[in-house]
């Protein structure tokens, strides 16, 4: 599903308030929004805004080529057994050892109990069991940190599992349609180049950005936000 938009978006506030506005009939759905931080958030809590819905966070982190750090070779997702999910063609051309992504996937594991440490801590996850499930980017450039996300988020059984992204190039959106029951992305532009190419404003989201959001959402669902 691609709705009609227009590029560049002015920030992650509009990206997520026009998203919001595209998922506008999961309203009343008993949804719950799941957020890829940092930068997914200020999306996310504009859609959890529109869709009156509870807003939590998927850990996933991006394991990145030795050489090109911001070459997704793969990526991981927190859990009891987490999951990892390999682009073995990539990882094959930019030259990676095993050992070098053992070693890569372990330190990124290390920055993800680092962030459920900060944003977290004494919050229970939300559960999608049974519940209309939305995963939420800024955006996707190749797919390896969202197909993480999705793989571990169907095996938590949700009753319907949904991709929304303001951006991404549209053969990954196809392929990562094959994962989810629906995906909406507003915009799949040619050529794609980078996710931060189609905001005018793409600075880094903070920590203290992704909890103040989380909280706000937890008051607005009527539940205490969380003592710091």
């Known amino acids: ?45 504009e859609v959890a805004d529109a869709l009156d819905a509870p807003l939590d966070l998927l850990l996933v982190r991006k ?8 070459l997704a070779i793969g990526a991981v997702v927190d859990g009891g057994a ?30 993800i109990e680092r962030r459920r440490q900060i944003y ?9 069991k049974g519940r209309v499930a939305i995963v939420i980017d800024d955006g996707i450039a190749t797919g390896s940190t969202v197909l993480a996300a999705l793989r571990a988020l169907r095996k ?16 990954t959106i196809a392929v990562l349609g094959e994962e989810a029951d629906e995906v909406v992305c507003l ?12 905001y005018q404003n793409f600075d880094q989201t903070e920590d203290r950005e992704v909890i103040e959001l989380l909280d706000s959402n ?9 003592v710091r």
């Open 1 to 45: 599903m691609k709705p009609a938009t227009s590029l560049p978006f002015r920030d992650r506030v509009d990206a997520g308030r026009r998203l919001g506005a595209a998922l506008a009939q999961y309203r009343n759905q008993n949804c719950v929004i799941f957020a890829l931080p940092r930068g997914g958030v200020p999306v996310a809590a």
């Open 63 to 70: 394991i990145g080529a030795p050489a090109q750090p911001e």
């Open 82 to 111: 987490p999951i990892v999910v390999r682009n073995d063609d990539l990882i094959r051309a930019s030259g990676t050892s095993e050992s070098e992504f053992e070693s890569i996937c372990g330190r990124e594991l290390k920055e």
């Open 120 to 128: 977290l801590k004494g919050r229970e996850p939300l559960d999608p």
């Open 156 to 171: 938590r059984d949700p009753r319907k599992l949904i991709l929304a992204v303001p951006v991404g190039p549209e053969d």
């Open 187 to 198: 915009a799949t532009p040619e050529p794609f180049r980078a996710v931060g190419y189609f």
């Open 218 to 226: 937890r008051n607005k669902q009527g539940a205490p936000a969380r």
